[in-house]
């Protein structure tokens, strides 16, 4: 009976800890939160990676938009850049929390556009659960970029 329990929780332990996640660079817009500033390209921008970092990510790089999709709102004339942060890992009582943000800023003329693209997995061992979007996320991070432009 000792040795049945032992070899089940030792296979519990090995399977927990062996689980792999993999997140995408790129998040697609599923479930986007989008909001608009009237105010400049560059000054939204400094004001979404002050965010960010503020909010304990970090960005992993800045890319061209059009890399990974078209643009079929705003005219090619706009500026347009995509933060993509790195995977931030949280640990849980029976699992562990993986998630990503892209930050997508795009203007044309006066409007710059903001959309907050978030992605977490989350990892319990036998299963995974994986989910796109977050409002309340973002509308705590729309709520500092408002906060920087003023």
């Known amino acids: 009976?000792?040795?049945?329990?032992?070899?089940?929780?030792?296979?519990i332990i090995f399977i927990y800890g062996c689980s792999t996640v993999s997140i995408p660079v790129y998040l697609s817009d599923k479930k986007p939160c989008t909001e608009r500033f009237y105010s400049g390209h560059a000054n939204v921008l400094d004001a979404a990676k002050q965010t960010l970092v503020d909010l304990g990510w970090v960005i992993e790089k800045e890319v061209e938009p059009q890399v990974y999709e078209i643009d079929m709102v705003f005219p090619e004339e706009g500026e347009a850049v995509l933060l993509v942060t790195g995977v931030r890992k949280t640990r849980l009582l029976l699992g562990t929390r993986y998630g990503r943000m892209n930050v997508y800023v795009r203007t044309y003329q006066d409007i710059t556009e903001m959309e907050v693209r978030h992605f977490v997995i989350a990892d319990w061992g036998i299963f995974k659960r994986k989910s796109f979007g977050d409002k309340r996320l973002a509308s705590c991070f729309f709520e500092h970029v408002r906060n920087y432009l003023r």
């Open 1 to 11: 009976m000792k040795g049945k329990l032992l070899l089940f929780a030792v296979l």
